[in-house]
């Protein structure tokens, strides 16, 4: 079956703040507020080897999200609403989500 790397670019991390219209909510049992994603840094980049294991550092939780969707390009397929080889897509964290672009790179 043929495989491609896939590159993971971080675009977008959301401030708990635009959420919340700035009223940010302790997180529950301390006195803290929700911060912005420490995971990631914008622009950042990760590259899916052809074995499709998660990258070294990346956020398990962001994987599970987007495991799907990488997926499907790692193994040759596309998305009707997207350009061929990429897809946008985000972690579920709904306090402070992160959006990811996903580029297929090469097909072996």
């Given at each position: 079956?043929k495989r491609?790397?896939?590159?993971?670019?971080v675009?977008?991390?959301?401030?708990?703040?635009?959420?919340?219209?700035?009223?940010?909510?302790?997180?529950?049992?301390?006195?803290?507020?929700?911060?912005?994603?420490?995971?990631f840094?914008?622009?950042?980049e990760y590259i899916?080897?052809?074995?499709?294991?998660?990258?070294?550092?990346?956020?398990?939780?962001?994987?599970n999200?987007?495991?799907?969707?990488m997926?499907?390009l790692h193994?040759?397929?596309n998305?009707p609403?997207?350009?061929?080889g990429?897809?946008i897509?985000?972690?579920?964290?709904?306090?402070?989500?992160?959006?990811?672009k996903?580029?297929?790179?090469?097909?072996?």
């Amino acid at each position: 079956m043929k495989r491609s790397k896939v590159k993971i670019t971080v675009l977008k991390k959301i401030d708990p703040a635009t959420i919340f219209n700035g009223n940010i909510p302790n997180i529950p049992g301390t006195d803290k507020k929700y911060q912005i994603c420490q995971a990631f840094k914008e622009g950042q980049e990760y590259i899916v080897e052809m074995k499709g294991e998660r990258p070294e550092g990346f956020c398990v939780w962001a994987w599970n999200d987007l495991f799907k969707d990488m997926s499907i390009l790692h193994f040759g397929g596309n998305f009707p609403w997207a350009e061929e080889g990429t897809t946008i897509t985000c972690c579920t964290d709904g306090i402070r989500p992160v959006s990811f672009k996903l580029e297929r790179l090469d097909i072996t």
